[in-house]
T-cell receptor, first 113, second 111 residues
């Protein structure tokens, strides 16, 4: 069956620009997570949605980062005024319920020039 | 969530069993042990998880010591496609369910 889909797979943009990263979770999964992975490191948690609401956004690094999930399915991670330090792979995961294992997409590789 | 300790790298011969250790000496009674792996340029892939009993599925076996302070992931017949970074994660059930990754073990399966 279809897994978690993330688009675009690669994004290159200039410092200061605005970017949106999209995540299509597995159909029927109520929980959705965003992580960020820098080179040589494990993924770091950013934000968790249960349905439409952000239940835990404690991992967002600052107020330039924002995420939405308006209909409880697709989610968009938004980054304003991008900085070179934002360059990383942004991973999305979903799970059927909060107690089930998370399944990851292959990520969006974001490069800020 | 409890911290985990894994060796940074391991080698295994193709066709042999790969045994990946993980220490989690501060684990609490309600914390699960999860294993994920990440093949280059892909997202992490769920392998297996357990609370106190040993678990087995089509991918691997998970052996948890009686005191729950350590565990071993076993890939019974490693193939070249099993070369990946393997992450051992301890997670409290319920609440946010966020995963806290360390740097994992890079398993290199040799032909």
């Amino acid at each position: 069956g279809a897994g978690v889909s993330q688009t675009p797979s690669n994004k290159v943009t200039e410092k200061g620009k605005y970017v949106e990263l999209r995540c299509d979770p597995i159909s029927g999964h109520t929980a959705l997570y965003w992580y960020r992975q820098s080179l040589g490191q494990g993924p770091e948690f950013l934000i968790y949605f249960q349905g439409t609401g952000a239940a835990d956004d404690s991992g967002l690094p600052n107020d330039r980062f924002f995420a939405v999930r308006p209909e409880g399915s697709v989610s968009t991670l938004k980054i304003q005024r991008t900085e070179r330090g934002d360059s990383a792979v942004y991973l999305c995961a979903s799970s059927l319920t909060i107690s089930q294992p998370q399944h990851f997409g292959d990520g969006t590789r974001l490069s800020i020039l | 969530d409890a911290k985990t300790t894994q060796p940074p790298s391991m080698d295994c011969a193709e066709g042999r069993a790969a045994n990946l250790p993980c220490n989690h000496s501060t684990i609490s009674g309600n914390e699960y042990v999860y294993w994920y792996r990440q093949i280059h340029s892909q997202g992490p892939q769920y392998i297996i998880h357990g609370l106190k009993n040993n678990e087995t599925n089509e991918m691997a076996s998970l052996i948890i010591t009686e005191d729950r302070k350590s565990s071993t992931l076993i890939l019974p017949h490693a193939t070249l496609r099993d070369t990946a970074v393997y992450y051992c994660i301890v997670r409290v059930g319920g609440a946010t369910n966020k995963l806290i990754f360390g740097t994992g073990t890079l398993l290199a399966v040799q032909p």
